[in-house]
């Protein structure tokens, strides 16, 4: 666990990191100068100094025991287990095709040119998922389920069947089918991004959620949860971290108004650590 002050390795301070008086006012945004650089020496738990959330709302005269507390890591929040399952949608759409195809026979045969009807129906569930105790769309855990029944003079073909289509005479008007296609009769189970694991074990397996760039106002413009699927290590994965710890705890050592005044460069980076994700990491375990 890094502590706030890491010991292993303190960088040297350049002259561009230095703190600049004039530009750290910032009063544009209610913070003071001195306030950013008291995290430092802190320790890990029971912190003893003001919390820096405090301070930096210019509570700068409070003098009891700090409340600080350490925040969850982006390897936590990027868990669908740091979210919490909303009421399930459900939606059915059937639509139909005519079409000429070719098919396996008994005996070795097949099926040749012959005019089907392909019936689909699509059922798809879809379950919005909130970050535990924040009004935050995590995502939603999507099921499809692609039915295709295909059928001859009446008769539906066994399922497992495959058919190539031939010729086309009228198509479907959603993902319309193309010659040379193949179908197999029966049901397909995907997910919302086309895999076929449907349970919320794994963030891959959602789809939307709250953008990036809608809450940062700018940056990125992918869902927040799929920038942590995708790695850890980013300063975009630690910034949303940061602001889902501000938004879960109020003792978090940041509140969200700063964990974003920070990413876009309105607060600098407090003089005792080398970057941004430095800084960050320093405020979970």
């Not at 003001?50 to 003098?63: H, K």
């Not at 600080?68 to 459900?90: M, N, R, V």
Request: hydrophobic content about 30%; aromatic content about 6%.
């Amino acid at each position: 666990m890094m502590t706030i002050e890491s010991e292993k390795s303190k960088p040297v301070v350049s002259d561009h990191q230095k703190v600049d008086q004039s530009k750290r006012s910032l009063t544009k945004v209610g913070f003071t100068v001195p306030v950013i650089m008291t995290l430092a020496g802190r320790p890990v738990t029971g912190f003893g100094a003001n919390c820096l959330s405090q301070e930096m709302s210019g509570n700068a005269s409070y003098t009891g025991a700090g409340s600080c507390e350490l925040g969850s890591s982006p390897e936590y929040w990027k868990s669908p287990d740091s979210s919490a399952a909303g009421s399930l949608i459900t939606q059915e759409s059937q639509s139909s095709a005519t079409v000429n195809a070719t098919w396996p026979g008994g005996s070795g045969g097949s099926t040749t040119n012959k005019q089907v009807t392909i019936k689909k129906t699509i059922k798809s569930t879809s379950t919005p998922y909130l970050w535990t105790g924040i009004n935050i769309h995590y995502g939603d855990l999507i099921k499809i389920d692609t039915i295709i029944e295909i059928i001859r003079n009446n008769d539906a073909l066994s399922e497992g069947t495959i058919v190539t289509i031939v010729s086309i005479s009228t198509n479907f008007s959603d993902n319309p089918l193309t010659e040379g296609q193949t179908l197999s009769v029966g049901t397909t189970t995907t997910n919302g991004n086309g895999g076929a694991n449907t349970e919320a074990n794994d963030c891959a397996n959602f789809s939307n959620g709250v953008s990036f760039s809608a809450v940062f106002g700018g940056g990125i413009d992918e869902p927040m949860r799929k920038l942590l699927c995708e790695s850890t290590d980013s300063i975009e994965s630690h910034a949303i971290a940061a602001y889902l710890n501000a938004l879960q705890n109020p003792n978090y050592i940041l509140k969200p108004n700063q964990v974003i005044a920070l990413y876009n460069g309105a607060i600098n980076v407090p003089p005792n650590y080398t970057n941004l994700e430095h800084f960050l990491s320093a405020t979970w375990p």
